[in-house]
C-alpha cells in the first residue's frame, strides 16, 4: 500500500521554528485530493491543523493562524508545514493525512494517514 511520509519534527523552544514535510508521492495516481496535517496530543482528540487540496484550496484552524503556514510542491507532491511563533500547547504527534477533494478537516474525510511525527515545544 502507498504510504504518507512525515519528517521535521523535533525538541524546539518556544518562540521557535519547524518544518514539517510530507512525502505524498506514492499517491501520486490521486489527480485530485486535499493532504492535511493533524496533531494529537496526549489525552486529546485527534485536531486538524491545515489542509491543502490539489486546487490550492487552503485552510487552518484560528490557532494557528499567522503562525503556520502550509505549502505544496505539486510537481513532486510534497506538502510542507512551516511552524512559527512555536507554544508548548503546539505540543503533539503531528500526522499527515489524505483525503478528497472537498474535505474539510474532520479526520473522517480522510482515508490515508502517515505514521507521525513529535513535535516538542519545551524550554
Known amino acids: 500500500q502507498p504510504q504518507l511520509v512525515e519528517s521535521g519534527g523535533g525538541l524546539v523552544q518556544p518562540g521557535g521554528s519547524l518544518r514539517l514535510s510530507c512525502d505524498a508521492s506514492?499517491?501520486?495516481?490521486?489527480?485530485?485530493?486535499?493532504i492535511a496535517w493533524f496533531r494529537q496530543a496526549p489525552g486529546k482528540e485527534r485536531e486538524g491543523v491545515s489542509s491543502?487540496?490539489?486546487?490550492?484550496?487552503?485552510q487552518y484552524i484560528d490557532s494557528v493562524k499567522g503562525r503556520f503556514t502550509i505549502s505544496r510542491d505539486s510537481a513532486k507532491n510534497i506538502v510542507d508545514l512551516q511552524m512559527n511563533t512555536l507554544k508548548p500547547e503546539d505540543t503533539a504527534v503531528y500526522y499527515c493525512?489524505?483525503?478528497?477533494?472537498?474535505?474539510?478537516?474532520?479526520?473522517?474525510?480522510?482515508?490515508?494517514w502517515g505514521q507521525g511525527t513529535q513535535v516538542t515545544v519545551s524550554s
Open positions: 493525512a489524505l483525503g478528497w477533494l472537498g474535505a474539510t478537516m474532520r479526520k473522517d474525510d480522510y482515508t490515508y
Open positions: 506514492q499517491y501520486s495516481y490521486v489527480d485530485y485530493h486535499t
Open positions: 491543502i487540496n490539489t486546487e490550492g484550496k487552503i
